[in-house]
């Protein structure tokens, strides 16, 4: 399908008068359509989007591959409601939108007319179907400093791997939102082979391929009932990474050929768009299809009033191929070895992204935003894994496109925000780093803060005294940690940014207990982070 047509049918599907109504079958009326929960999302001073998705039947991934399906019709009329109340008595907004099978019978409601700065509540209903009740909020005014911001930001969250405990616990956090950064979803069929980590859950998906596919991981996942309830909680922002299509793909290089990776990749993109509280406005980007350049424009900004600004990036979809990647050059990479990793003009970003980048910086310099995070999917700070003179890099991270990340410290030293932090995922270890005006100067000054989370439930192929060495080979990186699964909390205040690590006794267990691993404290003003 067509970006154009897609987002048509989105944006027209949002209400119910833009397209024919159906009923619906007493049978359907009696059966609970809605097993995979609701979300919240793209929250601005007034408004936010509603997310849900019905489905009929068990959930895909938990019954045997040839369980006969049963099918929804075309279209079907969802009503939908937000109060200022639990119970439903100051009703604020409401309306009715369609769930339409061209779109996965998802559902993305872009409510506005709010108030700034309010927590609400909303639902969904179909028949004598109610989603359970679920609280949303609005970000604060444009020109407001509010005194506090308190979000979480979590990663990769691959199923058979273990439990989603983590979001247990953040319902006990306080949290006005959460950030997700990347493989909410892993498109693996289940091991054949015994496999090296243990494995907690099974399904029985084959490996996602087709948009049913992907249709299909998502509900698996999202039937997880610690998931539903961390989403139920507060409102989500949310970027990809590389398994909500496939393993290690770059732009558009990927497995198979070129016109199939093509056709897989707008699958998983139209299945991540399906299943994820984002606008429409994402899809509006040409008359092309969602595997070709540019297909889905998922990085974007958010402001908390004038305490904080979200530069949320795709380091995915336009990227360069990795430097000197053949199959006898396998592992680390180092530039003595690999003039290609030098190239001035390889991106992780992608050009314009990088144009974006800075130029949101330079309005925060300009403005009075008290900090400006750059919320990405990976590790951004160097982390050589030799001994100084000698050095081997990873092509995956920051470290394969130095040239870009250089970049990207030259704009924020030529018009330096006020406070400037990096979070990230994807290496399921916990790394905090001082981020260097220049990486290849240990000496040069601080001008950043990092943040790079641990997974929800994805195994670490990297040892703790693996990681502690590195640490030690790389003197900014200042806690390394992959032997643990859990989430980060922050805290911001106009004075200070506070990080708390947790991380989860035994991800094998649903009921795992949880622990703060370490507590960091960025001063506003001051860069770098300060072990509390």
């Known amino acids: 399908m067509q970006r154009r047509d897609l987002f048509r049918l989105a944006t027209a599907a949002a209400t119910a008068t833009s397209l024919p109504r159906w009923g619906w079958s007493a049978t359907l009326r009696q059966r609970p359509l809605f097993p995979l929960g609701v979300a919240s999302g793209a929250l601005t001073e007034d408004g936010v989007v509603l997310w849900t998705r019905l489905l009929d039947g068990p959930v895909p991934g938990t019954v045997p591959a040839d369980t006969p399906r049963t099918a929804l019709p075309e279209a079907l009329t969802v009503r939908w409601e937000v109060a200022e109340d639990e119970g439903f008595q100051r009703i604020a907004r409401s309306g009715q939108a369609q769930a339409l099978a061209a779109l996965g019978h998802s559902v993305h409601v872009e409510v506005n007319g709010l108030r700034p700065d309010r927590w609400y509540f909303y639902r969904f209903m179909h028949g004598d179907a109610v989603t359970p009740t679920a609280r949303t909020r609005t970000a604060p005014a444009a020109q407001a400093l509010p005194g506090r911001l308190r979000f979480a930001f979590a990663s990769c969250q691959r199923w058979e791997q273990g439990h989603y405990a983590a979001y247990r616990h953040m319902l006990d956090e306080d949290l006005d939102l959460v950030l997700f950064l990347g493989d909410y979803i892993y498109e693996y069929a289940m091991p054949q082979a015994p496999a090296l980590d243990r494995l907690v859950r099974t399904h029985t998906l084959p490996v996602a391929q087709t948009l049913d596919d992907y249709r299909d991981r998502y509900a698996l996942y999202r039937s997880d009932a610690h998931l539903q309830a961390a989403h139920r909680a507060c409102p989500w922002l949310v970027t990809w990474d590389d398994h909500e299509v496939h393993n290690d793909y770059v732009g558009l290089q990927g497995q198979g050929s070129p016109v199939a990776f ?110 400006s995070v750059l919320a990405q999917q990976t590790l951004f700070s160097q982390r050589n894994h030799r001994r100084a003179p000698e050095q081997r890099y990873s092509r995956g991270t920051w470290d394969g496109y130095p040239a870009s990340r250089q970049r990207l410290l030259d704009a924020v030293r030529r018009t330096p925000p006020r406070n400037t932090v990096w979070v990230g995922g994807d290496i399921h270890q916990n790394c905090v780093s001082r981020v260097l005006a220049d990486f290849s100067d240990p000496q ?80 506003d003003g001051t860069p770098g982070p300060q072990a509390v």
Do not use: K
């Open 444 to 523: 040069s000054p601080v001008i950043g803060s990092e943040f790079c989370g641990t997974s929800i439930s994805s195994a670490s192929s990297v040892t703790r005294e693996q990681a502690q060495r590195l640490a030690e080979l790389n003197p900014h990186i200042v806690l390394s940690r992959p032997d643990q699964r859990g989430y980060a909390v922050c805290d911001v205040t106009p004075q200070r940014w506070t990080t708390a690590l947790r991380v989860l006794d035994d991800v094998t267990r649903a009921d795992s207990g949880i622990e703060t691993q370490a507590r960091f404290v960025v001063q």
């Open 262 to 371: 093509q056709q897989r990749r707008g699958a998983g993109y139209q299945a991540f768009f399906e299943n994820m509280p984002l606008r429409a406005s994402v899809l509006a980007q040409g008359p092309g299809g969602l595997g070709t350049p540019d297909a889905v424009r998922i990085h974007d900004r958010h402001a908390w009033g004038q305490l904080l600004r979200f530069h949320v990036l795709d380091t995915r979809q336009y990227r360069d191929h990795e430097a000197c990647s053949a199959p006898t050059q396998r592992g680390g990479v180092s530039p003595q070895a690999c003039a290609e990793l030098q190239d001035a003009a390889r991106s992780l970003l992608g050009q314009a992204q990088e144009r974006w980048v800075e130029q949101g910086l330079a309005q925060d310099a300009a403005g009075c935003t008290r900090w």
